[in-house]
């Protein structure tokens, strides 16, 4: 079957402007990740999706990081006012909690450069 | 949160050679995941280990929970093996902790 979609593949941007990111995860999977990727290291977990409600974005930097999943599918991540430190690639994960394993299985990122 | 540490951080190996990657973590884990992240950017389900052994071909990897590390094992090494090997895993709140990854070249 398909896997987690992500677009736009590359954003760039300029500082102070507003990005929308969009995932599209594995179909029937109730669990959805945002995480974020700099050069030269792991990912960096944001915020975490159960069905429709986020159930844990302790991982958000700050207020300019926002998520939605509407109806409990696709999901999209808001970042307002750009900085060049947001730079980096932005990853989506999906996973079906419902059975013994929670295997998380993540799309090919967004990559986002703010001049 | 939990710590993850991976050893080595590099690798250079021949073709045809063996490896172990290992991961340690700081407390013990619900879920442990390993990755290999291509030179495009893609991050590959390796295994979904949080305890025992589990092969698939020439990898394979053992989670020892109790003493809280993890190893993956190369074997016969190929040019396409190249890349990052990243191993990550939480303690229930669902979020993965990854490490810093190990960098591995297999060189012909």
């Known amino acids: 079957g398909a896997g987690v979609s992500q677009t736009p593949s590359n954003k760039v941007t300029e500082k102070g402007k507003y990005v929308e990111l969009r995932c599209d995860p594995i179909?029937?999977?109730?669990?959805l990740y945002w995480y974020r990727q700099s050069l030269g290291q792991g990912p960096e977990f944001l915020i975490y999706?159960?069905?429709?409600?986020?159930?844990?974005d302790s991982g958000l930097p700050n207020d300019r990081f926002f998520a939605v999943r509407p109806e409990g599918s696709v999901s999209t991540l808001k970042i307002q006012r750009t900085e060049r430190g947001d730079s980096a690639v932005y990853l989506c994960?999906?996973?079906?909690?419902?059975?013994?394993?929670?295997?998380?299985?993540f799309g090919p990122g967004t990559r986002l450069t703010v001049l | 949160g939990i710590q993850v540490e991976q050893s080595p951080p590099d690798l250079i190996l021949q073709e045809g050679a063996n490896s172990t990657l290992r991961c340690n973590f700081s407390d013990s884990v619900n879920n442990l995941q390993w990755f290999h992240q291509n030179p495009w950017g893609q991050l590959i389900n390796l295994f979904y280990?949080?305890?025992g052994t589990k092969q698939n071909g020439r990898l394979s990897a053992t989670t020892v929970a109790t003493e809280r590390y993890s190893l993956l094992y190369i074997s016969s090494s190929q040019t396409t093996d190249s890349g990052v090997y990243f191993c990550a895993g939480h303690t229930g709140r669902r979020a993965l902790t990854f490490g810093s990854g190990t960098r591995l070249q297999v060189q012909p």
């Open positions: 179909s029937g999977h109730t669990a």
């Open positions: 999706f159960q069905g429709t409600g986020a159930a844990d």
């Open positions: 280990i949080p305890s």
């Open positions: 994960a999906s996973s079906f909690t419902g059975g013994g394993s929670d295997t998380q299985y």
